[in-house]
């Protein structure tokens, strides 16, 4: 059979991963796939700087050449950022050709519209690379566990964050000098706020969560937290208390809506999600039928995301030939079935809470504050005062809340903050026990 051609928009980090990973296996590629998968020319920003990887890959600077270009089946689109990527995709998708993208961004933004573009045009837009690089969480949501109505998700989904976050527990590292060591690292997004403000990891999470439950992507809809206020004092608490910190995007289905929301999150240490360390990310999943299955591996980098955009182009190439009709849906669920669950707004999410604050020792402090949060119907689970630093009057007191619903916690909070004793804000992290019920 003649091979499937391939056009490359970007030979940067996945760019050049994908190149060298269709080389170097491209003879088991071609046994997979049914055919060969050649890559016919590549689009870059540099000439210069792409010579030597690109060897004889005929190169342009002109990206719409190759959208454009009649010989080419799949565009490959892999230079990031939401323009000018969506122009070359919409168009690629109007050329009839199918398109692969690692660009999270992209798809959580204007997924939608360039589902519904595909789907008119007949072809596909595959995407496993824009989340968790390398494990294959799209494809598992999508077909392994088609069975199951998905209860919810919780990832670490941005290993940038993850990587500083492990770096302050075992290190007792600040929060600053430990961005400039991932940025050094190649791991941050071009903006890196995207990785600790919680951006990139509500990009993917927003994707997920489509997938997972049947809805259109509904990014703005996502609550985004960072990690960008978290201190030492509350990573060493959490972990006095049995519990690691972690950013993790969150997607679940509630009695009247979804939660959709990332923030930093306690987790019991003894959970296996709290311990992926460093720049790794992993996906918990929760099906009614299944239970809990982890998915676990590198979210970043040249091969572990190269080799998702592999099996989407292997994928691609092996239902090229199908009809439109009996290729699994972009979302998981047939276009003229997605439902119009609400996401729920964060006052009405249901969690549980780690509050720290600062108090002065006298008697009484402790019934004002736990007398307010009973009058919130707030139920405490635990509660430690630590001894003040020396020459101090104030001392650090922990509450771990039961689980209870966010606007009451936030009523309680504005309460306990406006006590004459107790000094400025309260420092408020969800907690979530992550059961598999
Ligand atoms: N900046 C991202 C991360 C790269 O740190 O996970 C992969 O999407």
Same mark, same amino acid.
């Given at each position: 059979?003649?091979?499937?051609?391939?056009? =490359?928009?970007?030979?940067?980090?996945?760019?050049?991963?994908?190149?060298?990973?269709?080389? /170097?296996?491209?003879?088991?590629?071609?046994?997979?796939?049914? /055919?060969?998968?050649?890559?016919?020319?590549?689009?870059?920003?540099?000439?210069?700087?792409?010579?030597?990887?690109?060897?004889?890959?005929?190169?342009?600077?002109?990206?719409?050449?190759?959208?454009? *270009?009649?010989?080419?089946?799949?565009?490959?689109?892999?230079?990031?950022?939401?323009?000018?990527?969506?122009?070359?995709?919409?168009?690629?998708?109007?050329?009839?050709?199918?398109?692969?993208?690692?660009?999270?961004?992209?798809?959580?933004?204007?997924?939608?519209?360039?589902?519904?573009?595909?789907?008119?045009?007949?072809?596909?837009?595959?995407?496993?690379?824009?989340?968790?690089?390398?494990?294959?969480?799209?494809?598992?949501?999508?077909?392994?566990?088609?069975?199951?109505?998905?209860?919810?998700?919780?990832?670490?989904?941005?290993? !940038?964050?993850?990587?500083? =976050?492990?770096?302050?527990?075992?290190?007792?590292?600040?929060?600053?000098?430990?961005?400039?060591?991932?940025?050094?690292?190649?791991?941050?997004?071009?903006?890196?706020?995207?990785?600790?403000?919680?951006?990139?990891?509500?990009?993917?999470? !927003?994707?997920?969560?489509?997938?997972?439950?049947?809805?259109?992507?509904?990014?703005?809809?996502?609550?985004?937290?960072?990690?960008?206020?978290?201190? +030492?004092?509350?990573?060493?608490?959490?972990?006095?208390?049995?519990?690691?910190?972690?950013?993790?995007?969150?997607? +679940?289905?509630?009695?009247?809506?979804?939660?959709?929301?990332?923030?930093?999150?306690?987790?019991?240490? /003894?959970?296996?999600?709290?311990?992926? *360390?460093?720049?790794?990310?992993?996906?918990?999943?929760?099906?009614?039928?299944?239970?809990? !299955?982890?998915?676990?591996?590198?979210?970043?980098?040249?091969?572990?995301? &190269?080799? &998702?955009?592999?099996?989407?182009?292997?994928?691609?190439?092996?239902?090229?030939?199908?009809?439109?009709?009996? /290729?699994?849906?972009?979302?998981?669920?047939?276009?003229?079935?997605?439902?119009?669950?609400?996401?729920?707004?964060?006052?009405?999410?249901? !969690?549980?809470?780690?509050?720290?604050?600062?108090?002065?020792?006298?008697?009484?402090?402790?019934?004002?504050?736990?007398?307010?949060?009973?009058?919130?119907?707030?139920?405490?689970?635990?509660?430690?005062?630590?001894?003040?630093?020396?020459?101090?009057?104030?001392?650090?007191?922990? =509450?771990?809340?039961?689980?209870?619903?966010?606007?009451?916690?936030?009523?309680?909070?504005?309460?306990?903050?406006?006590? *004459?004793?107790?000094?400025?804000?309260?420092?408020?992290?969800?907690?979530?026990?992550?059961?598999?019920?």
């Amino acid at each position: 059979m003649k091979p499937i051609n391939v056009g =490359l928009l970007g030979l940067g980090t996945v760019g050049g991963g994908t190149l060298t990973v269709l080389r /170097r296996n491209a003879e088991e590629i071609t046994r997979r796939a049914g /055919r060969e998968i050649r890559v016919l020319r590549a689009a870059v920003r540099n000439l210069d700087k792409a010579k030597a990887l690109a060897g004889d890959l005929p190169l342009t600077t002109r990206p719409f050449d190759v959208v454009d *270009d009649p010989d080419i089946d799949i565009v490959v689109e892999l230079i990031g950022g939401l323009e000018p990527a969506r122009e070359l995709v919409m168009r690629a998708i109007a050329n009839g050709k199918h398109v692969v993208t690692a660009n999270k961004h992209l798809v959580a933004k204007h997924g939608n519209e360039i589902f519904a573009a595909a789907q008119a045009r007949g072809v596909m837009v595959a995407f496993e690379a824009a989340v968790a690089g390398g494990i294959p969480i799209i494809k598992a949501l999508r077909e392994g566990l088609t069975a199951n109505r998905i209860e919810w998700l919780a990832g670490i989904i941005n290993g !940038t964050s993850n990587f500083i =976050l492990t770096e302050m527990r075992d290190k007792g590292a600040a929060f600053a000098d430990v961005l400039k060591q991932a940025q050094d690292l190649g791991y941050a997004e071009a903006d890196p706020t995207f990785d600790i403000e919680g951006i990139d990891a509500a990009h993917k999470l !927003t994707i997920l969560s489509a997938i997972a439950f049947g809805i259109p992507m509904q990014f703005d809809r996502a609550y985004t937290e960072g990690i960008s206020k978290l201190t +030492r004092e509350d990573v060493q608490y959490a972990e006095e208390l049995g519990y690691r910190i972690k950013l993790l995007g969150i997607a +679940r289905r509630a009695e009247n809506g979804i939660e959709l929301r990332v923030h930093p999150t306690l987790i019991p240490e /003894r959970r296996l999600i709290a311990n992926v *360390d460093g720049a790794m990310n992993a996906v918990l999943v929760l099906g009614d039928a299944v239970g809990p !299955t982890l998915y676990y591996g590198a979210g970043a980098g040249a091969e572990p995301t &190269a080799s &998702a955009v592999v099996a989407d182009l292997v994928d691609v190439t092996r239902l090229h030939t199908a009809d439109p009709h009996h /290729r699994v849906p972009h979302l998981a669920f047939q276009p003229d079935q997605l439902a119009d669950t609400p996401i729920l707004p964060m006052d009405e999410v249901r !969690t549980a809470y780690y509050l720290r604050l600062s108090a002065f020792d006298r008697p009484g402090v402790l019934a004002d504050i736990t007398r307010i949060l009973a009058d919130s119907n707030i139920s405490i689970d635990a509660m430690v005062q630590k001894e003040p630093a020396e020459g101090e009057e104030q001392v650090n007191i922990i =509450l771990l809340t039961h689980v209870t619903v966010e606007k009451n916690v936030n009523a309680a909070i504005a309460k306990i903050e406006a006590l *004459d004793t107790v000094a400025g804000k309260v420092m408020r992290i969800r907690l979530e026990e992550l059961a598999a019920k």
